[in-house]
């Protein structure tokens, strides 16, 4: 693709970095057949081709409205169109770094912006959202139906969270809305790690890993919690006194191991972000490694294998932004779950962190699909590996959702 970008962008680390990005597309129209709005919609504009067509005109220069931001705002940033591209195209980078320019640029409507700013300033902060979350599940029976969909039900406490005596050590991220919504995903994986010899320890003072804030628009925001995140890490780093950061939302996962890319600018922390990324782990990376354990584990316990018939949905930022495919599966079926055949399993559910709440539409009919997709097999059970999609496809099945590494625990400690 040819570019001639405009003197407000072009000579800065943005510009040349999205003229890269631009240069690197052909125009071959992959990306399509993997695009969620696309195959919605049947809109160029709202496929990841048409998008860069907006996003060059943008930083060429030519006038942006409404009509830009719309399509950019449809985005689920799902990355399907990045494992499609027979280029390398770098799409989800790229609609990050014009979406930050365009909102300069476009004034939203107040409503819109009021949403956008209550989103990036509860979510990412637990205690806020967890005394709105309580008082939300205390009304919530007297709700009329349509609401009470939108309040999630009280979740599973956390089961015992073992004392970190082990040689082994590794972090966790504790993250926002998940320790709130499902508190017993980490304490799952303590227990599992534990069984490993592994002991996983969480630092004071880290939070939200700042995708919420940085894919609002918020980008220094997003940046703050990050760095953020560092310094409550650093400690136990500079020590050499742990082998991983363990992230088991996914969603947050793809934000920690890109930190060092993020930051790569930042003086005071390229060099520890880049540091951070290096050990930031998906739990399924780490279990995956210890296979071998956790089956001899099982074995020597004479645990339960009957075979329970599961679903799992994959999600975006598993398979498409980490790049890690088929692996939880594997660990899934070690451990004795009879996986069922997903149609379409590269598409995104609709949750995409705000989106589901911000394009509530184009959402709930990826949900629909997805659960059609996802119960066509008749599964017992439904598992993913992030909040934000278990939370999302709860609210469209009746059968259980649960994070995978939560079944294992089961299967590990014999509970049902």
């Known amino acids: ?13 943005q510009g040349q970095e999205a003229d890269a990005i631009l240069r690197s597309c052909v125009h071959c129209g992959f990306c399509l057949a ?49 494992t499609t591209c027979p280029s390398g195209v770098r799409y989800g980078e790229l609609v990050d770094l014009s979406r930050d320019l365009l909102e300069k640029q476009v004034k939203r409507d107040i409503r819109s912006d009021a949403m956008r700013y209550m989103l990036r300033k509860i979510l990412p902060n637990s205690l806020i959202f967890n005394v709105l979350l309580k008082s939300g599940q205390a009304v919530r029976p007297f709700l009329p139906e349509s609401l009470k969909k939108t309040i999630p039900v009280k979740p599973r406490p956390a089961k015992k969270w073992p004392v970190a005596n082990h040689a082994r050590k590794m972090l966790v991220l504790d993250g926002c809305v998940q320790p709130v919504l499902a508190p017993n995903i980490n304490a799952a994986t303590a227990r599992v790690l534990d069984n490993l010899g592994i002991a996983l320890i969480k630092a ?18 997003g940046l703050d ?11 136990w780093i500079e020590r050499d006194e742990v082998e991983a950061i363990v992230v088991t939302a996914s969603g947050c996962g793809v934000t920690v191991k890109e930190y060092g890319h993020v930051l790569r600018h930042d003086p005071a922390y390229a060099e520890k972000a880049a540091r951070i ?41 598993l398979q498409h932004g980490m790049k890690i495919r088929g692996v939880v599966e594997k660990i899934l079926i070690a451990v004795g779950f009879d ?15 705000t989106y589901s709440i911000l394009q509530p539409e184009l959402s709930q009919q990826l949900l629909k699909n997805k659960v059609i997709a996802l119960e066509s097999g008749k599964p017992d059970q439904i598992a993913t590996a992030n909040i934000g999609c278990l939370m999302h496809l709860q609210g469209g099945t009746a ?4 994070h995978w590494i939560e079944l294992v625990d089961e299967r590990l400690t014999h509970r049902e």
């Not at 693709?1 to 680390?13: R, V």
């Not at 996986?339 to 962190?353: E, R």
């Open 399 to 402: 059968a259980s959702v649960k």
């Open 34 to 82: 993997t695009c969620p709005t696309y195959q919605i919609l049947g809109d160029e504009l709202d496929s990841p081709r048409g998008r860069i067509y907006l996003m060059k005109q943008m930083l060429e220069g030519q006038p942006v409205t409404q009509k830009t931001q719309l399509h950019l705002d449809r985005c689920l940033t799902c990355r399907a169109c990045e």
């Open 204 to 221: 004071e003072k880290t939070g939200c890993c700042g995708a919420v804030t940085f894919h609002l628009n918020a980008q220094q925001e």
């Open 339 to 353: 996986l069922t055949v997903v149609p379409n399993g590269h598409l995104c559910c609709g949750s995409a962190g």
């Open 277 to 317: 990324s290096v050990l930031a782990k998906d739990i399924s990376e780490i279990l995956h490694a210890e296979l071998e354990n956790v089956v001899r584990l099982m074995d020597k316990q004479n645990t339960n294998t009957d075979k329970i018939k599961l679903s799992f949905h994959s999600p975006c930022t």
């Open 1 to 13: 693709m040819q570019t001639k970008l405009a003197d407000f962008i072009k000579n800065s680390p």
């Open 225 to 235: 919690y990050m760095r953020r995140n560092i310094d409550a890490w650093w400690p």
